[in-house]
C-alpha cells in the first residue's frame, strides 16, 4: 500500500508537469514532490522537466518511488522546473547558494560553466560509467572528469513528412541543394517548409552547415587546439553556417515577418510539432523519440527522420546524451548521493538493455530496437565526423552561443557580424581559459 501510495503521488504530480511542456518565482510548470517523512537523510534531485514522457522526469519517476518506498534511513525528494521557465539559472543560483541540490540534471549549454566552479563530482570509479562505450563516455567527460553518467544517448536530425512531399512531386533530400529546392516547391504552394522554435530548429541548421568541415576533416584534434588558443577563428567555419541559416529566413522557410521577440517566444514542442503533426509544414528539427508522439496522435503519417541535410554533399547528425544525471561536489550528502545515483543507473542501464527507448547504444554490448523510419538518422549518427551537440573539448560554447547569434540574425545582424561577435566570444573564453 505504501509503495502504491507513492508511486501515485509521483505519477500525477509528473504527469500534470509534463502535460503541460531555458528563475522565476512559482514558475506554472514547476515540479515539487511532497516528502512523506522527515526524520530521513533527503537527497535533493533538482532536474529540468519537459513535456515529453523521455523527459528526466519520466524517466526515473518509478524508479524514485520504488527507492523511496524499499530505503530505510534515506529519501529522494525531487524538484524542478522546464528549461524554458529558466531551469539553467536556476540550478545555478541553487549550486551558488548551496540550497537544496545533491544529484542534478544538467543540459549541455552549462557544463563548462558549472565545471569551471567545480560542481561535478568526479564519477569516473563509479562501476555504471565503467560500462559505458566510447562515445557515450566522451561526451561525459569535460577537462577530465567525469561529470555525468548518461543514461540514454539520441541524436538530433530532421522529421520528414514524406506523404506531404510525394503531394508535391518530392523526396527527402539528401543535401543543402535538395534540401533548399523542397523549400523552394513547398513555399510556392504555400506551404511553410520548417517548425521554427527558440532554440534548436535555428541552431541545429547554423551548426550543420557551419560545424561539419570541423568534425570531418583528417585533423580535427589540430583543428581544436588552435580554436582553443585562439590560432584559428570560428568565424572561418561558422560564416558560412551563419549564411545558409540566413538564406533560410530570407526565403521564408521558416515563415514570413519573423521577429526576435516572436521567435524567442516559441518553445521547442509547441507550434512546431502541431505543425508538422497536422501536416502543416514538411520538416521540424527533433531528437529522436518524436516518434513516439507520431505513433500515439498521428499513426497514419509516413515519415522518417533523417540527418540534416545541410551539406553540399551530404547530411550530418547531432548525437547528444539524453540525460546527463550528476553528484554535486559541493552538497551535503555525497556518499549517500552517488549510493542513489548507482540505483538510479543501474536500474536504468538495465531497462535500456531491453529495449528502451534510445536511438543510440549507451552501454558496451547494448542490444536495442530500433524504429525503422529512424534507420537514416541513425546511419549518420553511427558514422565517423558527427557533430556532438557540445564539444567538451573546445574552451568556448556553441549550442548556446549560435543560439543567440541566430536571433541576432533573424533581427537584421548580417552573417558576417554574427560571426565577428562569435570571435570575439571565442577570444574572451580563450583568455578566461589561459586565466585559470
Not at 522527515?38 to 526515473?60: G, M
Not at 541548421?205 to 568534425?215: D, E, Q
Request: a negative charge; charged letters at 25%.
Amino acid at each position: 500500500m505504501k509503495r502504491n501510495f507513492i508511486r501515485a503521488l509521483l505519477a500525477v504530480a509528473l504527469a500534470g508537469l509534463l502535460s503541460s511542456g531555458c528563475g522565476r518565482a512559482d514558475p506554472p510548470n514547476e515540479l515539487h514532490l511532497v516528502p512523506e517523512e522527515q526524520d530521513k537523510i533527503v537527497i535533493n534531485l533538482f532536474t529540468s522537466i519537459e513535456s515529453s514522457e523521455t523527459s528526466s522526469a519520466s524517466l526515473y519517476r518509478d524508479l524514485i518511488a520504488d527507492y523511496n518506498a524499499q530505503s530505510g534511513d534515506v529519501e529522494i525528494r525531487v524538484s524542478g522546473l522546464s528549461t524554458a521557465d529558466g531551469y539553467n539559472e536556476a540550478l545555478n543560483n541553487r549550486l551558488d547558494n548551496g540550497k537544496d541540490v545533491d544529484l542534478f540534471i544538467v543540459n549541455a549549454d552549462t557544463v563548462k560553466a558549472l565545471n569551471a566552479k567545480g560542481y561535478f563530482y568526479d564519477l569516473s570509479d563509479q562501476p555504471v560509467f565503467q560500462e559505458l562505450n566510447d562515445s557515450a563516455m566522451q561526451q561525459a567527460i569535460v577537462k577530465g572528469t567525469a561529470y555525468c553518467l548518461p543514461t540514454k544517448m539520441t541524436a538530433y536530425g530532421l522529421y520528414v513528412n514524406e506523404g506531404l512531399l510525394r503531394e508535391y512531386g518530392l523526396e527527402p533530400p539528401e543535401d543543402a541543394e535538395e534540401f533548399l529546392y523542397c523549400c523552394q516547391v513547398l513555399k510556392e504552394n504555400g506551404i511553410t517548409p520548417i517548425g521554427i522554435n527558440r532554440w534548436y530548429a535555428m541552431t541545429v541548421f547554423a551548426m550543420a552547415r557551419g560545424l561539419y568541415p570541423i568534425y570531418q576533416a583528417e585533423n580535427t584534434d589540430e583543428i581544436i587546439q588552435g580554436l582553443n588558443d585562439g590560432s584559428i577563428k570560428i568565424s572561418e567555419y561558422m560564416l558560412e553556417g551563419f549564411r545558409f541559416f540566413k538564406e533560410l529566413v530570407d526565403n521564408g522557410y521558416y515563415g514570413d515577418n519573423l521577429t526576435v521577440e516572436g521567435v524567442d517566444a516559441i518553445r521547442a514542442n509547441t507550434t512546431d510539432w502541431e505543425g508538422f503533426r497536422d501536416g502543416k509544414i514538411a520538416f521540424t528539427v527533433f531528437p529522436a523519440g518524436k516518434e513516439e508522439d507520431i505513433e500515439r496522435e498521428v499513426p497514419d503519417m509516413d515519415f522518417i527522420q533523417q540527418g540534416i541535410p545541410a551539406l553540399p554533399d551530404g547530411t550530418v547528425s547531432l548525437p547528444s546524451i539524453g540525460t546527463r544525471i550528476c553528484v554535486n561536489a559541493k552538497g551535503a550528502h555525497v556518499a549517500e548521493s552517488l549510493e542513489v545515483l548507482e540505483y538510479l543507473t543501474t536500474h536504468k542501464k538495465n531497462e535500456l538493455n531491453k529495449g528502451a527507448s534510445s536511438i543510440l547504444p549507451v552501454f558496451k554490448y547494448e542490444e536495442f530496437d530500433l524504429d525503422p523510419r529512424l534507420q537514416a538518422l541513425y546511419d549518420d549518427a553511427c558514422s565517423p565526423g558527427q557533430i556532438p551537440i557540445e564539444d567538451m573539448s573546445l574552451s568556448f560554447d556553441y549550442w548556446g552561443t549560435i543560439r543567440t547569434l541566430c536571433l541576432d540574425i533573424i533581427g537584421g545582424a548580417t552573417p558576417e557580424e554574427a560571426a565577428a561577435s562569435y570571435d570575439r566570444i571565442q577570444l574572451e573564453a580563450v583568455a578566461a581559459a589561459g586565466a585559470q
